[in-house]
């Protein structure tokens, strides 16, 4: 995670930009006068937006967590694929 100040975030403001598409990366701009922000690729916030809905639900997390304890102890369940 990199952290710039606004000033040279400005300046390498595409460079900056194509880090954080490319590597995934987080980048924090601090701001001397104002409060710092994230800049972050879009897929990555969808991701963790899509997981923060999936996890608030107790039904979801505890599917979630049997399925982790079943692969965890080595049951795994084999299925065949369906033929379009």
Excluded at 28 to 33: A, F, L
Excluded at 48 to 59: Q, Y
Aim: hydrophobic residues 40%.
């Amino acid at each position: 995670m990199d952290v710039l100040n606004y000033t040279d975030f400005r300046k390498n403001l595409a460079k900056s930009l194509d880090k954080v598409n490319d590597n995934a990366e987080i980048m924090i701009v601090s701001r001397s006068k104002g409060k710092n922000v994230v800049v972050m690729d879009l897929d990555e916030y969808n991701a963790i937006v899509e997981t923060l809905h999936i996890v608030k639900s107790e039904g979801n997390r505890k599917r979630l967590q049997a399925a982790i304890d079943e692969m965890d102890s080595g049951v795994f369940h084999q299925h065949k694929l369906i033929e379009d």
